[in-house]
């Protein structure tokens, strides 16, 4: 722990959707005398507007949440320019997830089965501009690049959803032919029999 008045503590905004894990974390947190946190979310809006708002030193997010996944809003954060560092802290350990995650603009990479005191230290790494990453997943993370185009993904994720081709179109601002054609390439590239298995094939390589 390094002491400090909360005047000068580490400021933390955490987005977890899981109501239970939101407030255990912000209680791990909330014990060290350097970290305090600013705001809580439970889904990507809340989060987005919670560091508009705050403005905080980090962002502590998951991936897979409500309204706007975590590795969307960081791409946000990054796009918008905003200083907050961030760190997904995340269930999944897909290589996919850290790619992007990295191309993001990430500080941090953690799994939630890591040691509690892993987290404190991370935050306090992070602030001094430093990265920290699962060492075994960064190397992971590089063997097998994403094939996937950044409008390929966005199909195919409203693919995996349920969504018709059609569908797609209105939701993408894309003409139908468009969209059958990004699909049929995700879906070559992916060596996939049809639109359903290649979703599940990103997803389970953390492609989408």
């Known amino acids: 722990m390094n002491p400090s008045s909360k005047n000068t503590a580490i400021r933390v905004v955490i987005a ?21 946190v600013v705001a809580q979310a439970r889904n990507g809006q809340e989060a987005f507007d919670a560091v508009l ?27 918008r320019r905003i200083g907050t560092r961030i760190i997904i ?13 990295l191309d993001a603009g990430v500080s941090g990479y953690l ?7 892993a987290l404190a230290d991370a935050v306090r790494r992070v602030q001094q ?12 993370a590089w063997s097998e690049p994403d094939p996937l185009t950044d409008r390929e993904r966005q199909v195919l994720r409203l693919a995996g ?33 049809n639109r359903v298995e ?4 990103a997803r389970t390589k953390g492609w989408l």
């Open 16 to 36: 977890e959707d899981q109501v239970m894990v939101l407030g255990a974390l912000a209680a791990l947190l909330e014990i060290e005398g350097d970290i305090t």
């Open 53 to 79: 708002e705050h403005m905080p030193d980090v962002l502590i997010t998951d991936v897979e949440m409500p309204h706007m996944t975590g590795l969307d809003l960081a791409a946000e954060l990054k796009r």
């Open 89 to 101: 802290l995340t269930t999944f350990a897909r290589a996919g997830y850290l790619r992007r995650a």
């Open 111 to 117: 799994l939630k089965d890591s040691r509690a005191e």
């Open 129 to 140: 501009g430093l990265r920290v990453i699962d060492p075994e997943l960064a190397a992971e």
């Open 161 to 193: 959803d349920g969504l018709a081709s059609g569908d797609i179109a209105v939701e993408l601002k894309l003409s139908e032919g468009t969209v059958r054609n990004y699909l049929s390439e995700a879906i070559s590239k992916l060596g996939a029999n």
């Open 198 to 201: 290649a979703a599940r094939i």
